[in-house]
């Protein structure tokens, strides 16, 4: 087994050589939340529904391509990886079917990752539970095996699905997210945590439904592990760690009353039932629904709309074939009749609610369910679970233990699950910009505040100019650092995500180049990590296959980084192999071409050196967007995201930040002990902010080198810095630029005169 190249001591991640490191990683990569055979992005209806026969076998890309991928996020700064899989893809054909091919690829992306160096931990994603409910994760048996038909979820209104819409491009923004409280999503998280406690007639293989979903699911997860650590040279060398399921959520659990919109319930949009009103809908009843549109200040009612599913039912019909599965559903689970009504929760004869707090209380305990009494009770039997088993093959793993999103995280400190190999990893998105799609610079909410109750009245949380937006976001992400403290002790916090719509204000910036939107809600969004002291982070997301019209080809969803149709930020000139030393020389032929190039033709001669060496124009490139969204490509607001950070620190950060308007980074630490020679404080400098001979630097104290390191990503320029025991600060002043310019053709002219100088060198 190789050595521990990942350690957490005292709440802090910690090198073999016991520097502090940093996490600064990305979401890989959006791809993987649907299949490659078929290639199936949620806007394609086509063999929709034959989810048995699919697989993810080239997901997130193939194995020719990943050398594109990892160099390019090498360049750009990132030293880890939350690697997205699905459910669907380990178990997809039926229950207990894996895929041993997709595992192999799986084990040979981490594999060449690791040669990139890059810390990779484990992401199970999930989205309203599966792309047939409407987002991303379990595979499609799960829902017939609850009962339920995903070919009348459209026609119920039991989730809304990007694929069966009829007007595919007309699909409404961050409509999916309101699965949540639709019945398809509501029904399958209750089974997941809670079947044995409010729906014990649901028995398959002898089991409560609850014990069968966990235990495919978990699994499924150990399986994988199984064959991570059965590979001898990935476990805690590249595989640092797992993530517990991605954003759980408790379905109805703890409902006080289904007749009404729970209070909390912030996230209302289009259609907005009741789990009383979604349970009639899903057996075919005709129900008169509230509408909801998102403002800048949260939901609002819009009116009402008869939601008419015409009979059409959403559970499986009483004589429908389960032969095509393995399992046997017990007689008492009967089929045909929605399983809320078997519960006694409403008789389907008179359409008449019997209990509407049937949800309400722990009926072990008869204690009521709040959602921390759910994180503490019904999450946290089901993320032991998860946890023990991936340690049974994993056995140094660090569990990274996601609790549902914007919750009170587990209250666990000083307990056995106080575990030392353990991260606290919450997510965070700016609500209003996410839903909207719009960054506003003048005015934003502390949503955080509103949700632990911190003002009199959501009006005292508005805060008014951008200085006081940034300083908002930061001081909620340091709430949730603490929260993580305080209830789950000393561990440390990574936001494993975090995003912007790129594709704000109607797509604006994709007509234009001008990403300065972007750029200022992105640079605030680091501006608030960096601040909160967090331990690390993951950005939402890299996307191998975005483009401008179809986004991240995901439910209307366009938070990559990356995308097929813009321009990487532009990067020193090609040095001539005659300049190089042998050790570098090679880098020549590192080229980083865009996914339409031909990936095998990496030999550079004097007569394709040009074509080698130029970033491709956007016009040439095989695209299906409109022209007015492709004519002026830009930066993609990278210059917000490709910025400046501690990858090893010889003591302990106090303070890190980077002033992007004036392009200045600062860091303060405190070390018990001088760093050594060989192992000294490292810091990411990228060089579009802070080319080598323009930079000024200033330190407390020690010496200092800027050198540009052949690594296997490429040329990665970093700064060393070497001090003795006690407190230290350093500042480095790069280059001011103009945010998100346009790469204009006098830039780009300009670029490819210095790469016609370096051919004629070669001549």
């Given amino acids: 087994m190789s050595p521990l190249r990942l350690t957490i001591e005292n709440g802090d991640f910690r090198d073999s050589h016991c520097r502090q490191v940093t996490l600064r990683g990305i979401n890989m990569a959006g791809d993987a939340k649907y299949p490659s055979n078929p290639d199936q992005p949620s806007h394609i209806p086509d063999s929709f529904f034959d989810g048995d026969n699919v697989d993810f076998r080239s997901r997130p890309f193939p194995k020719e391509e990943a050398h594109i991928h990892f160099s390019r996020l090498k360049r750009w700064g990132y030293n880890t990886i939350r690697y997205v899989f699905t459910w669907e893809a380990v178990e997809s054909a039926g229950p207990g079917i894996y895929d041993e091919e997709w595992i192999q690829h799986t084990l040979e992306i981490l594999r060449l990752g690791k040669g990139y160096g890059f810390y990779i ?27 339920l038909n995903p070919q009348n979820f459209a026609a119920t209104e039991a989730a809304l699905v990007h694929n069966t819409y009829p007007e595919p491009e007309e699909f409404p923004k961050m409509i999916w997210s309101t699965n949540y409280y639709r019945i398809a999503v509501y029904t399958m998280f209750t089974f997941f945590f809670a079947g044995r406690d409010f729906a014990p007639k649901c028995i398959i293989d002898g089991m409560n439904i609850q014990d069968y979903l966990q235990g495919h699911f978990v699994g499924a997860c150990a399986h994988l592990a199984q064959r991570i650590h059965e590979a001898g040279d990935l476990e805690d060398d590249v595989v640092i760690g797992w993530e517990s399921m991605n954003e759980p959520n408790r379905g109805m659990v ?16 289009g259609t907005s039932p009741t789990a009383w009103q979604a349970i009639l809908t ?29 009979g059409v039912s959403t559970w499986l019909p009483a004589d429908y074939d389960e032969s095509r599965y393995s399992y046997k559903r017990d007689p008492g689970w009967k089929l045909g009749e929605c399983p809320w009504a078997q519960h006694g929760l409403w008789d389907p004869r008179n359409d008449i609610l019997l209990k509407k707090d049937y949800f309400k209380n722990n009926p072990r305990t008869g204690e009521a369910i709040d959602y921390e009494q759910f994180t503490n009770t019904y999450f946290m039997e089901h993320y032991r679970s998860f946890r023990d088993a991936i340690r049974a093959h994993h056995k140094s793993s660090i569990l990274f233990c996601q609790p549902p999103v914007l919750e009170i995280p587990p209250s666990i400190k000083g307990t056995e699950d106080d575990d030392p190999q353990m991260v606290y990893a919450p997510h965070y998105y700016d609500g209003i910009t996410l839903m909207t799609k719009k960054w506003n610079r003048y005015w934003n909410v502390d949503v955080f505040g509103i949700l632990r109750g911190r003002y009199l009245s959501p009006a005292f949380a508005v805060k008014l100019g951008e200085n006081a937006i940034r300083n908002c976001f930061r001081d909620q992400l340091a709430a949730m650092r603490k929260e993580g403290k305080d209830y789950m002790g000393n561990h440390p916090c990574v936001l494993t995500e975090f995003g912007i719509p790129y594709d704000m204000d ?44 179809l986004g991240d080809q995901w439910n209307g969803e366009d938070l990559s980084i990356f995308s097929l149709d813009d321009r990487p930020l532009p990067v020193s000139p090609p040095v001539p192999p005659s300049l190089l030393s042998d050790s570098s020389a090679s880098l020549v032929q590192k080229k980083f071409p865009s996914k339409t190039e031909n990936l095998d033709d990496s030999h550079i001669s004097p007569g394709n050196l040009q074509a080698n060496l130029k970033t491709p124009s956007i016009s040439s490139q095989a695209t299906d967007s409109h022209p007015e969204l492709t004519n002026t490509p830009g930066y993609r607001a990278a210059e917000a995201y490709v910025r400046p950070s501690s990858i090893a620190t010889a003591g302990k950060i106090v303070n890190h930040s980077f002033d992007l308007k004036n392009c200045i980074f600062t860091m303060a630490l405190h070390a018990d002990e001088p760093g050594t020679e060989e192992h000294p404080t490292e810091i990411s400098l990228p060089e579009f902010h802070f080319p080598k001979d323009k930079c000024e630097i200033e330190v407390s104290s020690g010496k200092w080198a800027i050198s540009t390191d052949d690594e296997e990503g490429g040329l990665i320029q970093k700064l ?4 003795v025991e006690g407190d230290h600060q ?19 002219d300009g670029y490819l005169d210095q790469c016609q100088q370096s051919k004629c060198s070669l001549m």
């Fill in 254 to 269: 703890g409902l006080a009353d289904i007749s009404v919109i729970p209070a909390e319930q912030q996230l209302k949009k």
């Fill in 720 to 723: 060393r810095w070497w001090h």
């Fill in 282 to 310: 899903g057996s075919g009843r005709a129900c008169e629904v509230e509408t909801y549109e998102i403002g800048g200040m949260g939901p609002y009612k819009t009116g009402r709309t008869l939601v008419d599913p015409q």
């Fill in 121 to 147: 931990f484990m992401d199970p994603h999930q989205d309203v539970w599966s792309r047939f409910s409407g987002g991303s994760g379990a595979p499609m048996w799960t829902l017939y095996a609850c009962g």
């Fill in 506 to 549: 109607d797509k604006y910036a994709y007509k234009t180049g001008d990403y300065s939107s972007q750029s200022g809600a992105m640079d605030a969004n680091h501006f608030a990590i960096e601040g909160s002291k967090m331990e690390g982070y993951t950005l939402w997301l890299y996307m191998t296959g975005n483009k401008h019209r």
């Fill in 730 to 748: 350093i500042k480095v002043i790069g280059v001011r630029r103009e945010q998100s310019v346009v790469l204009g053709r006098e830039e780009e």
